[in-house]
């Protein structure tokens, strides 16, 4: 079955940087798009960023564009979030997602990041 | 840039009854980019449905999607304990490329 397994977070000062990956089993990884998504302490869920199936294009919110850099590893079926500039704000439990059936189909269960001084 | 508004916030409601809930969009949106997600305390959302109707795989039939253009609905026929959670409807396509819904949660 399919299991996506996020590591990496942590605690960080304000403008550090942290680098998450998701570790995915039980499909073919490099046959598909791959998501983050965040959710705040008590929030609701905030899309992030997406990597296509080869890598070709990515995408972010605006509001991390420029700090965030989502990448992936085929032959280590590893997708992950380079984190820098990191704000208070970018708080949050941050969950990886396969895209498929035209919508985010599995979650991982999430790795929190805490920005703090 | 495309709002995904869900009515309503909270629903009270108790086992055995009829939940409907609501995701209107601040512009038109393909129904095959529309989805649903359930969100239990503590844990990873799960898709329920996709497509606007088409339920994932291993969702009880219970649960049921419909609308277009900017008007979405999820049916849940009768609850059960562990349907309530917080729900979200989320779509692909218009800028941001993916947006949620700020959610609306099922109480007792």
């Known amino acids: 079955q399919v299991q996506l397994v996020e590591s990496g977070g942590g605690v960080v000062q304000p403008g550090g940087s942290l680098r998450l990956s998701c570790e995915a089993s039980?499909?073919?990884?490099?046959?598909?798009?791959m998501h983050w998504v965040r959710q705040a302490p008590g929030k609701g869920l905030e899309w992030v960023a997406f990597?296509?199936?080869?890598?070709?294009?990515?995408y972010y919110v605006d509001s991390v564009k420029g700090r965030f850099t989502i990448s992936r590893d085929d032959s280590k079926n590893t997708l992950y979030l380079q984190m820098n500039s990191l704000r208070a704000e970018d708080t949050a439990v941050y969950y990886c997602?396969?895209?498929?059936?035209?919508?985010?189909?599995?979650w991982g269960q999430g790795t929190l990041v805490t920005v703090s001084s | 840039e495309i709002v995904l508004t869900q009515s309503p916030d909270t629903l009270s409601l108790s086992p055995g009854e009829r939940a409907t809930l609501s995701c209107r969009a601040s512009?038109?949106?393909?129904?095959?980019?529309l989805a649903w997600y359930r969100q239990k305390p503590g844990q990873a959302p799960r898709l329920l449905i996709y497509?606007?109707?088409s339920r994932a795989t291993g969702i009880p039939d219970r649960f049921s999607g419909s609308g277009s253009g900017t008007d979405f609905t999820l049916t849940i026929s009768r609850l059960e304990p562990e349907d309530f959670a917080v729900y979200y409807c989320?779509?692909?396509?218009?800028?941001?490329?993916?947006?949620f819904g700020q959610g609306t949660k099922v109480e007792v």
């Open positions: 997602a396969k895209w498929g059936n035209s919508a985010l189909e599995h």
């Open positions: 039980g499909f073919t990884f490099s046959g598909y798009g």
């Open positions: 990597i296509r199936y080869d890598g070709s294009n990515k």
């Open positions: 512009q038109s949106i393909s129904s095959t980019y």
């Open positions: 497509g606007a109707s």
């Open positions: 989320q779509q692909y396509g218009s800028s941001p490329l993916w947006t």
